[in-house]
């Protein structure tokens, strides 16, 4: 996966040039926080910045302490992508990483996505972060790979707890086969407060993670399950609110606390709130966003165009003020778990990882709905919050959701965020 040293090294020579330059004239964006500058834009909407997060999946590491024991040694989700299979006409299976089947918690690796991303107009990843009763999972590419990389101050982190039950039976799935709960996402009210502590201690001060008016951003995947931790909206509330005392405690303003919404379950065992609107009003979050179109959007054809699953979750857009909080919209590369099938089960629609899948999602209509997506939130005025949008996803192979670069494409999907998304630096003007 190793990028070209000398475009590493002429682009580092041109941010030390402009960092410089900055310095000399007292004014630099070193370190700058992606919302300050969005923030700064006033009222002027032509001028306001549009933040770009992406969604980070990080099972493509071999030797996670769980999966060793589920599925031995060095197996990690690259190998349902070398298996997967075309299951009709023009069904660009496998896919094949242009970078090769690396191991993200390799500081190196995780390196040169930082530097990709950041290249090409990302702001920030937000990890997909598991911690259940026991104890967290899938964090290596986080503490031993983001963490550890050089260069990881050139973006920002955040989480998007995942507080999804995990399925034992899912890497693959054959059909018929018990959806067997290897861990619940539900944990206990104690355990909740040893995550606060935990993300707070550990994460929340380091100077990469992704603040918004100073305040530490963390997302809440499973609504339903964050309620069942404490057994009512009541009591939930407590808990959220104890949260936020924790992290004032330790400093900070507060903490921005993010719900991810859905209009319709995905995965085995989820389950859509009955107002969401309401709950999450009555537990006191900042914002509301999306993680995947397809929470919002119903597929009933086997192969789903592109710009239909594009337009279904504009028209879900269109009903977001009913939360009366910031929404922060989503752009979907596309969709299709069938790596994630057993190979020899018929592809229909009988249910995860059984799916139709989107197809059409060419670069060129990727781009298309960056472009439609960061002129709706331009449009948008300065009250209804920071211009930020999320792009499921960076690495979702296995559900055909990712921005890294393949060997049919290259890096035209990067691309197509680079140039929706230019980074322009202001011209410093030099009065005698």
Not at 37 to 65: E, W
Not at 263 to 274: A, F, R, S, W
């Amino acid at each position: 996966m190793k990028l070209k040293t000398a475009k590493l090294t002429r682009l580092a020579s041109l941010a030390g040039f402009i960092t410089a330059t900055a310095l000399i004239f007292g004014v630099s964006q070193a370190g700058a926080d992606p919302i300050s500058l969005n923030a700064a834009s006033g009222a002027n909407s032509a001028n306001a910045r549009v933040t770009v997060a992406s969604y980070y999946f990080g099972q493509y590491h071999p030797n996670d302490p769980r999966n060793l024991k589920e599925h031995g040694k060095s197996w990690s989700e690259w190998e349902l992508i070398k298996a997967a299979k075309p299951r009709f006409t023009g069904h660009q299976q496998p896919k094949v990483p242009l970078w090769g089947y690396t191991d993200e918690s390799d500081p190196e690796v995780m390196a040169e996505k930082i530097a990709a991303a950041a290249d090409h107009g990302i702001d920030a990843f937000i990890f997909d972060w598991y911690y259940y009763d026991d104890g967290p999972f899938l964090d290596r590419p986080i503490d031993n790979g983001f963490l550890k990389a050089t260069n990881n101050s050139r973006i920002k982190f955040a989480f998007m707890w995942a507080n999804h039950d995990w399925q034992k039976t899912l890497f693959p799935y054959k059909k018929g086969a018990p959806r067997t709960v290897l861990y619940p996402g539900k944990v206990t009210p104690e355990n909740f407060e040893k995550i606060c502590d935990h993300v707070i201690k550990e994460y929340f001060s380091h100077p990469s993670y992704w603040k918004i008016d100073g305040k530490p951003y963390f997302s809440f995947y499973d609504l339903s399950n964050l309620l069942e931790n404490f057994g009512s909206v009541e009591a939930t509330r407590a808990g959220l609110d104890k949260f936020r005392a924790k992290v004032k405690a330790a400093g900070f303003p507060d903490v921005h606390l993010n719900a991810v919404a859905w209009g319709q379950p995905i995965l085995p065992g989820e389950k859509v709130p009955v107002d969401s609107a309401k709950l999450v009003r009555d537990l006191g979050f900042d914002s509301v966003t999306s993680y995947v179109w397809i929470h919002h959007v119903l597929m009933p054809q086997q192969q789903t165009d592109y710009n239909f699953a594009r337009d279904g979750y504009f028209k879900y857009w269109d009903t977001t003020s009913k939360f009366n909080l910031p929404f922060f919209p989503n752009v979907s590369m596309g969709w299709d778990p069938s790596p994630r099938c057993d190979q020899s089960d018929t592809l229909d629609n009988s249910g995860y990882p059984f799916t139709s899948v989107i197809v059409n999602n060419t670069p060129e209509n990727f781009r298309t709905a960056l472009e439609m997506t960061k002129q709706r939130l331009l449009a948008q005025p300065d009250s209804a919050g920071p211009r930020i949008l999320n792009i499921n996803c960076w690495n979702e192979w296995t559900e055909g959701s990712y921005l890294e670069p393949d060997t049919k494409n290259g890096m035209k999907y990067l691309e197509a965020v680079r140039d929706v998304f230019k980074k322009i630096t202001p011209v410093i003007q030099v009065k005698n």
